[in-house]
């Protein structure tokens, strides 16, 4: 069984609730990623943002990117699985919430890797990518 520790890239970082979408951005751009975790003062997963969720619910609303801050915008629920999940569930989970990346937590919900879209290719085999670009991915083109 191949479970998401064998697949997730470890040491995603997280963006704080209290910082700024503009601090998260700049992170996304050093990261070269599309989403950061957003973890709270307690150190636990309270969201994630992406780079579209700065574009479509601050910029385009009118909000500025530097008095608007992550926790903001950490609305809805989360997925997320946990290292000891498997793959297979993992990608069940992406496919049912339409979702490209599952932060993976502990049981303290601390944050210890993400799967994303690209770990999926890199390890599985090629008709389950094509399962998921075509549940998910290609729903968005």
């Given at each position: 069984?191949?479970?998401?520790?064998?697949?997730?890239?470890?040491?995603?970082?997280?963006?704080?609730?209290?910082?700024?979408?503009?601090?998260?951005?700049?992170?996304?751009?050093?990261?070269?990623?599309?989403?950061?975790?957003?973890?709270?003062?307690?150190?636990?997963?309270h969201g994630i943002v992406t780079d579209r969720d700065i574009?479509?619910?601050?910029?385009?609303?009118?909000?500025?990117?530097?008095?608007?801050?992550?926790?903001?915008?950490?609305?809805?629920?989360?997925?997320?699985?946990?290292?000891?999940?498997?793959?297979?569930?993992?990608?069940?989970?992406?496919?049912?919430?339409?979702v490209r990346r599952v932060p993976i937590i502990d049981e303290?919900?601390?944050?210890?890797?993400?799967?994303?879209?690209?770990?999926?290719a890199r390890n599985l085999p090629e008709a389950e990518v094509?399962?998921?670009?075509?549940?998910?991915?290609?729903?968005?083109?």
């Amino acid at each position: 069984m191949t479970t998401a520790r064998d697949i997730m890239h470890t040491g995603a970082e997280c963006v704080g609730e209290h910082e700024t979408l503009d601090a998260a951005a700049r992170r996304m751009r050093d990261l070269d990623v599309g989403a950061l975790p957003i973890c709270g003062d307690d150190d636990k997963l309270h969201g994630i943002v992406t780079d579209r969720d700065i574009v479509v619910k601050c910029l385009a609303t009118g909000g500025d990117p530097a008095r608007t801050t992550a926790g903001e915008l950490a609305q809805g629920r989360t997925f997320t699985a946990t290292a000891d999940t498997d793959v297979e569930k993992v990608l069940d989970t992406m496919e049912k919430h339409q979702v490209r990346r599952v932060p993976i937590i502990d049981e303290e919900k601390r944050l210890v890797g993400m799967v994303s879209e690209a770990d999926l290719a890199r390890n599985l085999p090629e008709a389950e990518v094509g399962r998921f670009v075509e549940a998910v991915v290609a729903k968005h083109l």
